[in-house]
């Protein structure tokens, strides 16, 4: 079995259940931490409706919180769902800013990774391409 998201009668993706399950519970946690509405509709009889608008705002603040963020372990915990994040932009016909700067951004870094390896191998500046890359490779695998 699978479920849909759709804006309108316009499927973006339909993934299995598992998948989905997992993609919804990821979706709250954002939610939470960036204190925004993703804009996913609940599931209902298999089916998710997305709002354009509210999706979009939901992108940004993810985008303008992960940058935020040079912490390894939360890059990987995060990345890959900003990549399943901006295809299902992508193909809701939202045009997400390359690479992307919130206004009055000061970068100013948060959750900043500790230890004796501190000095991180990620670069604050090229994540954004890596996840954008991601995102066009995980494009294949997200049947609609």
């Known amino acids: ?34 204190g925004l509405p993703s804009g996913i509709g609940p599931m209902r009889e298999d089916e998710a409706q997305i709002s354009p608008e509210v999706f979009e705002t939901f ?34 016909g939202i045009v997400v800013e390359q690479p ?9 870094r948060r959750d900043i990774q500790a230890g004796p390896s501190a000095v991180s191998a990620i670069d604050p500046d090229s994540w954004e391409a890596g996840v954008r890359d991601r995102a066009r490779e995980l494009a294949v695998f997200m049947p609609r």
């Open 59 to 92: 992108v940004y603040a993810l985008l303008a919180w992960r940058r935020r963020t040079q912490h390894a372990v939360m890059s990987a915990l995060s990345d890959g769902f900003l990549a399943t994040v901006l295809v299902l932009a992508d193909r809701a």
């Open 1 to 34: 079995m699978s479920q849909y998201y759709g804006l309108g009668e316009v499927p973006l993706w339909n993934p299995s259940n598992g998948a989905s399950r997992l993609f919804l519970r990821q979706a709250a946690l954002f939610e939470e931490e960036v």
């Open 100 to 108: 992307y700067r919130p206004s009055g951004d000061t970068t100013e």
